[in-house]
Protein backbone atom coordinates (compact mmCIF):
# COMPACT_ATOMS: atom_id res chain seq x y z
CA UNK A 1 0.00 0.00 0.00
CA UNK A 2 1.35 3.40 -0.96
CA UNK A 3 4.44 2.02 -1.99
CA UNK A 4 5.75 5.13 -3.80
CA UNK A 5 5.19 7.14 -0.65
CA UNK A 6 6.80 5.05 1.82
CA UNK A 7 9.83 4.72 -0.85
CA UNK A 8 9.75 8.69 -0.64
CA UNK A 9 10.02 8.74 3.07
CA UNK A 10 12.50 6.31 3.21
CA UNK A 11 14.97 8.39 1.40
CA UNK A 12 14.08 11.95 3.32
CA UNK A 13 14.91 9.93 6.17
CA UNK A 14 18.08 8.72 5.37
CA UNK A 15 19.48 12.08 4.10
CA UNK A 16 19.06 13.00 7.65
CA UNK A 17 22.60 11.36 8.58
CA UNK A 18 23.90 12.10 4.93
CA UNK A 19 23.36 15.96 6.14
CA UNK A 20 24.75 15.74 9.46
CA UNK A 21 21.26 16.62 11.06
CA UNK A 22 21.03 13.73 13.27
CA UNK A 23 22.95 11.17 15.63
CA UNK A 24 21.77 7.78 16.36
CA UNK A 25 18.05 7.75 15.88
CA UNK A 26 17.46 11.43 16.88
CA UNK A 27 15.02 12.24 14.29
CA UNK A 28 12.27 11.49 12.11
CA UNK A 29 10.71 12.28 8.59
CA UNK A 30 7.23 12.19 7.53
CA UNK A 31 5.02 12.80 4.34
CA UNK A 32 1.21 12.81 4.16
CA UNK A 33 -1.11 12.17 1.34
CA UNK A 34 -3.73 14.12 1.38
CA UNK A 35 -6.28 12.71 -0.43
CA UNK A 36 -5.95 9.24 0.82
CA UNK A 37 -5.47 11.29 4.67
CA UNK A 38 -2.99 8.52 5.34
CA UNK A 39 0.58 9.73 6.52
CA UNK A 40 4.01 7.70 6.12
CA UNK A 41 6.75 8.47 9.21
CA UNK A 42 9.54 6.46 10.19
CA UNK A 43 9.13 3.79 12.76
CA UNK A 44 10.36 4.83 17.00
CA UNK A 45 13.85 3.76 17.56
CA UNK A 46 15.09 2.43 14.51
CA UNK A 47 18.61 2.99 13.30
CA UNK A 48 19.01 4.78 9.52
CA UNK A 49 21.80 2.27 9.05
CA UNK A 50 19.07 -0.48 9.02
CA UNK A 51 16.21 1.32 7.95
CA UNK A 52 14.02 -0.12 4.79
CA UNK A 53 10.65 1.28 3.01
CA UNK A 54 8.81 -1.84 4.67
CA UNK A 55 9.59 -0.62 7.77
CA UNK A 56 8.02 2.78 7.18
CA UNK A 57 4.43 2.81 9.01
CA UNK A 58 1.47 4.31 7.68
CA UNK A 59 -1.01 5.67 10.03
CA UNK A 60 -3.94 7.86 9.38
CA UNK A 61 -4.65 11.49 10.79
CA UNK A 62 -5.88 9.84 14.46
CA UNK A 63 -2.58 8.16 14.57
CA UNK A 64 -4.07 4.45 14.06
CA UNK A 65 -1.86 2.44 12.40
CA UNK A 66 -2.56 1.68 8.78
CA UNK A 67 0.06 -0.77 7.83
CA UNK A 68 3.47 -1.73 9.14
CA UNK A 69 5.21 -4.30 12.01
CA UNK A 70 6.80 -1.54 13.98
CA UNK A 71 5.66 1.57 16.01
CA UNK A 72 5.56 4.87 14.37
CA UNK A 73 7.58 7.33 15.85
CA UNK A 74 6.81 9.18 19.10
CA UNK A 75 6.66 12.70 17.51
CA UNK A 76 3.53 11.15 15.42
CA UNK A 77 1.37 13.51 16.93
CA UNK A 78 2.94 16.23 17.13
CA UNK A 79 3.10 15.69 12.66
CA UNK A 80 -0.38 14.84 12.48
CA UNK A 81 -1.14 18.61 14.46
CA UNK A 82 1.08 20.12 12.11
CA UNK A 83 -0.53 18.48 9.36
CA UNK A 84 -3.92 20.12 10.72
CA UNK A 85 -2.95 23.02 11.45
CA UNK A 86 -0.99 23.93 8.18
CA UNK A 87 -2.76 22.46 5.52
CA UNK A 88 -0.58 23.64 2.59
CA UNK A 89 1.79 21.14 3.75
CA UNK A 90 2.95 17.79 2.68
CA UNK A 91 6.18 16.43 5.15
CA UNK A 92 7.36 17.43 8.05
CA UNK A 93 10.98 16.47 9.81
CA UNK A 94 12.11 16.77 13.74
CA UNK A 95 15.79 16.94 14.20
CA UNK A 96 17.57 17.48 17.15
CA UNK A 97 20.72 19.14 14.93
CA UNK A 98 23.00 21.04 17.95
CA UNK A 99 23.10 24.76 16.16
CA UNK A 100 19.01 24.69 16.26
CA UNK A 101 19.06 22.95 19.81
CA UNK A 102 21.32 25.60 21.16
CA UNK A 103 18.89 28.58 20.16
CA UNK A 104 15.96 26.15 21.19
CA UNK A 105 17.37 25.76 24.93
CA UNK A 106 17.85 29.39 24.98
CA UNK A 107 15.42 29.92 24.47
CA UNK A 108 15.57 32.03 21.65
CA UNK A 109 13.62 32.58 17.93
CA UNK A 110 16.58 32.84 15.56
CA UNK A 111 16.57 36.28 14.04
CA UNK A 112 17.15 36.94 9.74
CA UNK A 113 20.97 38.46 10.09
CA UNK A 114 21.67 37.68 6.27
CA UNK A 115 20.65 36.93 3.18
CA UNK A 116 21.28 33.21 3.54
CA UNK A 117 18.42 33.62 6.19
CA UNK A 118 16.48 35.63 3.79
CA UNK A 119 16.45 33.16 0.80
CA UNK A 120 14.64 30.48 2.72
CA UNK A 121 12.68 32.25 5.99
CA UNK A 122 10.79 35.00 5.31
CA UNK A 123 12.18 37.04 8.77
CA UNK A 124 12.82 35.11 12.23
CA UNK A 125 12.70 31.63 13.11
CA UNK A 126 10.37 31.60 15.75
CA UNK A 127 10.66 29.69 19.57
CA UNK A 128 7.68 28.48 20.88
CA UNK A 129 6.43 29.02 24.33
CA UNK A 130 7.06 26.73 27.37
CA UNK A 131 4.18 23.85 27.79
CA UNK A 132 2.62 23.70 30.39
CA UNK A 133 3.36 20.89 33.53
CA UNK A 134 -0.36 19.74 32.47
CA UNK A 135 -0.10 19.65 28.51
CA UNK A 136 3.26 18.18 29.46
CA UNK A 137 2.22 15.23 31.35
CA UNK A 138 -1.60 14.95 29.30
CA UNK A 139 -0.72 14.50 25.41
CA UNK A 140 3.09 15.85 25.17
CA UNK A 141 3.69 15.18 21.64
CA UNK A 142 0.16 16.61 20.42
CA UNK A 143 0.61 19.32 22.98
CA UNK A 144 3.84 19.98 21.19
CA UNK A 145 2.05 20.04 17.50
CA UNK A 146 -0.86 22.39 19.03
CA UNK A 147 1.74 24.90 20.71
CA UNK A 148 3.26 25.08 17.10
CA UNK A 149 0.26 26.14 15.38
CA UNK A 150 -0.84 28.87 18.06
CA UNK A 151 2.85 30.32 17.90
CA UNK A 152 2.51 30.83 14.45
CA UNK A 153 -1.46 31.81 15.06
CA UNK A 154 -0.49 34.42 17.62
CA UNK A 155 2.21 35.60 15.59
CA UNK A 156 0.63 36.32 12.52
CA UNK A 157 3.59 34.03 10.64
CA UNK A 158 2.62 32.20 7.33
CA UNK A 159 3.84 28.76 7.84
CA UNK A 160 5.03 28.62 3.98
CA UNK A 161 7.17 31.65 4.61
CA UNK A 162 8.60 30.49 7.63
CA UNK A 163 8.88 26.54 7.33
CA UNK A 164 10.59 25.64 10.47
CA UNK A 165 10.26 26.37 14.29
CA UNK A 166 12.31 25.95 17.09
CA UNK A 167 10.16 24.02 20.67
CA UNK A 168 11.60 25.70 23.68
CA UNK A 169 14.13 22.98 25.05
CA UNK A 170 13.33 20.90 22.92
CA UNK A 171 14.44 21.41 19.13
CA UNK A 172 13.64 21.88 15.47
CA UNK A 173 10.45 21.46 13.34
CA UNK A 174 10.62 22.02 9.60
CA UNK A 175 8.20 21.32 7.08
CA UNK A 176 8.06 21.71 3.21
CA UNK A 177 5.51 20.16 0.28
CA UNK A 178 6.82 17.03 0.71
CA UNK A 179 9.54 15.10 2.68
CA UNK A 180 12.54 16.25 0.68
CA UNK A 181 11.59 19.72 1.11
CA UNK A 182 10.74 19.48 4.58
CA UNK A 183 14.08 18.33 4.89
CA UNK A 184 15.96 20.78 2.62
CA UNK A 185 14.31 23.44 5.30
CA UNK A 186 15.74 21.60 8.47
CA UNK A 187 19.24 22.08 6.96
CA UNK A 188 18.89 25.53 6.08
CA UNK A 189 17.95 26.17 9.43
CA UNK A 190 20.22 24.12 10.94
CA UNK A 191 22.73 26.66 8.86
CA UNK A 192 21.02 29.72 9.64
CA UNK A 193 21.14 29.01 13.14
CA UNK A 194 24.95 28.12 13.29
CA UNK A 195 25.67 31.37 11.44
CA UNK A 196 23.40 33.41 13.98
CA UNK A 197 25.21 32.09 16.42
CA UNK A 198 28.83 33.55 15.16
CA UNK A 199 27.51 36.51 13.70
CA UNK A 200 26.53 37.26 17.79
CA UNK A 201 29.16 36.31 18.72
CA UNK A 202 31.53 38.66 16.31
CA UNK A 203 29.00 41.42 16.93
CA UNK A 204 26.61 41.13 20.14
CA UNK A 205 25.26 44.38 19.42
CA UNK A 206 23.97 43.29 15.36
CA UNK A 207 20.58 43.82 14.03
CA UNK A 208 18.70 42.09 11.88
CA UNK A 209 18.77 42.87 8.19
CA UNK A 210 16.64 45.56 6.89
CA UNK A 211 13.78 44.64 5.52
CA UNK A 212 14.27 45.96 1.64
CA UNK A 213 16.84 43.03 1.41
CA UNK A 214 15.16 40.26 2.99
CA UNK A 215 12.30 40.96 0.68
CA UNK A 216 14.43 41.06 -2.21
CA UNK A 217 16.14 38.22 -1.53
CA UNK A 218 12.81 36.12 -0.21
CA UNK A 219 10.54 37.07 -2.82
CA UNK A 220 12.96 36.85 -5.95
CA UNK A 221 13.11 32.66 -5.21
CA UNK A 222 9.20 32.55 -3.60
CA UNK A 223 6.35 33.76 -5.00
CA UNK A 224 4.74 34.95 -8.88
CA UNK A 225 7.32 37.56 -9.14
CA UNK A 226 10.47 34.99 -8.54
CA UNK A 227 13.48 35.06 -10.93
CA UNK A 228 15.77 32.99 -9.24
CA UNK A 229 16.74 29.93 -11.05
CA UNK A 230 15.67 28.08 -14.42
CA UNK A 231 12.23 27.87 -15.70
Request: charged share 25%; glycine share 8%.
Amino acid sequence: MLEELKERVLKANLLLPELGLVKFTWGNVSEIDREKGIIAIKPSGVDYENLTAEDIVLVDTDGNIVEGKLRPSSDTPTHIELYKAFSDIGGVVHTHSEWAVSWAQSRRGIPCYGTTHADCFYGEIPCTRELTDEEIESAYEMNTGLVIAETFRKKNIDPLAVPGVLCVNHGPFSWGMNGHEAVHNAAVLETVAEMATKTELLNPSVKPVKQTILDKHYFRKHGKNAYYGQN
